[in-house]
């Protein structure tokens, strides 16, 4: 094995902007959790319950960029910029539509959804309000969401990730004002958020639209595009919905065995999600260069590409595995001053620290399938793995306790039994050469 490569240098220039704008935009909650913090528990608690609803939502939707990614980035390969910036202008116009239906259903449904949380009176109105205030930002962060994939497409990630930093700052400085200055309380937090999305959206406008007459793009929807958009988002919005099922089910039989396993399992994927940003923006950073690859008709370069990153990967993913083994017995109190976490948590870590390369293997084969516009079969695949997994599940909710092994198996059935089925569906395909169809579509 080479340790090094001509593509090196295009995988770290991709993946390290991806990666800073990738930790940038869960920033927009932790600031508003700091801030809200000060203003009591009910609102904090109101933020808890319609920040789980923003987020689902939003998990689900960011096909809007990894559905315009490859198409952008094949146009742009094949040598047609003008067809490529077409594309991401499609995938705007249908993030604008998507964005405002949306936001109309869900400020009308926001008391029923809130409500489904069961919470006290005075919870459900401060979630109510926030979740109803966030909505008139939709449209502008599925705008966002779309036009990050369009600059993903041309192979540029630091401009999302300087408009993501700028974002954060705003939306900070506008919350306190909002929230203390103006007194607007939890509404000022999520309007704030909203004049910085907006603000966002408007600026990646601007960008689009200087590219597009550069090239002689048309501004106006396409139809055509806008379907084709549609149709992708459809698949890609099934195989996101399958990893959340499986996110809800480990969370669903965490809770059966008591509060303390719950609590230490959601620490655990707490610390997965962090770990996964490193991991995610190879994925991205695969989307680009495979999309650019199969759009230039070079099938060799897209095999290269597809071995380096699962050197970063797995190489990656063997190093942040033994960084957790070495903290997992120190991690405990900086998470949690329950004695019970804490004698659960180290164990559960370590299981961590075994399957993480096994991630890192997965990320990328995710990235790279996504970056061929494979979405039916990461769609189908997505299905087959969340079923095998359920299965998984049903001997380990059966069989879990308060002791510590009960932990440890669920994140192994996690850890190694969900994220081993993803190996070997995402694995088999890539051996394959069924993805690899070249040219602008």
């Known amino acids: 094995m080479r340790l090094r490569s001509p593509l090196d240098r295009e995988i770290v220039r991709l993946a390290l902007p991806a990666l800073g704008a990738l930790i940038a935009e869960p920033l927009f909650l932790l600031t508003d959790t700091a801030l809200i913090g000060h203003l009591g528990s009910v609102p904090l608690a109101g933020l808890g319950v319609a920040g789980v609803i923003l987020q689902t939502a939003l998990g689900l939707l960011i096909f809007l960029a990894y559905a315009t990614t490859p198409t952008v980035a094949r146009r742009l390969g094949a040598g047609d910029r003008a067809g490529a910036i077409r ?113 966002m959206a408007a600026v990646y406008v601007v960008i689009a639209v200087r590219a597009a007459r550069a090239v002689g793009a048309d501004l106006r929807p396409g139809l055509a595009g806008v379907g084709r958009t549609a149709r992708s988002g459809a698949w890609l919005l099934v195989r996101n919905a399958s990893l959340r099922v499986a996110m809800i089910a480990t969370v669903a039989t965490a809770a059966s065995s008591g509060v303390t396993g719950l609590a230490t399992i959601q620490v655990a994927l707490t610390l997965f999600s962090t770990l996964a940003f490193a991991l995610d923006a190879l994925a991205i950073a695969g989307q680009a260069m495979i999309g650019h690859s199969l759009g230039a008709g070079d099938r060799d370069r897209v095999r290269a590409v597809m071995r380096r990153l699962l050197v970063f990967g797995i190489g990656g993913g063997v190093l ?42 997965v990320f990328v084969l995710d990235g790279v399938l996504l970056g061929a516009g494979d979405a039916r079969y990461l769609a189908l695949a997505g299905v087959l793995n969340v079923v095998v997994y359920l299965a998984i599940l049903v001997p380990v909710e059966r069989s879990v306790g308060d002791g510590p092994g009960s932990a440890v198996a669920l994140w192994f059935a996690f850890g190694l039994g969900y994220i081993g089925i993803r190996a070997v569906t995402l694995g088999v395909r890539a051996a394959g050469s069924r993805w690899m169809v070249v040219g602008a579509r």
């Open 87 to 199: 594309a991401g202008i499609d995938g705007l116009w249908f993030a604008l539509l998507l964005g405002v239906v949306l936001a109309v259903a869900g400020a009308f449904a926001a008391p029923w959804l809130v409500g489904l949380f069961g919470t006290a009176a005075p919870v459900e109105a401060a979630a109510t309000t926030y979740l109803t205030v966030s909505m008139i930002g939709l449209p502008g962060m599925l705008i966002v969401i779309a036009a990050t994939g369009l600059l993903r497409g041309l192979q540029d990630t630091r401009t999302p990730l300087v408009v993501a930093g700028v974002g954060f700052a705003v939306n900070a400085g506008l919350n306190a004002v909002f929230i203390y200055g103006l007194g607007w309380g939890v509404a000022g937090s999520a309007a704030g958020t909203v004049v910085a999305q907006w603000g």
């Open 320 to 361: 942040l595995g033994a960084l957790m083994a070495t903290l997992s017995g120190v991690l405990g109190p900086v998470f949690t001053a329950d004695e019970g976490v804490r004698d659960l948590l180290p164990g559960v870590v370590l299981a961590m620290a075994v399957g993480i390369p096994l991630a890192g293997f």
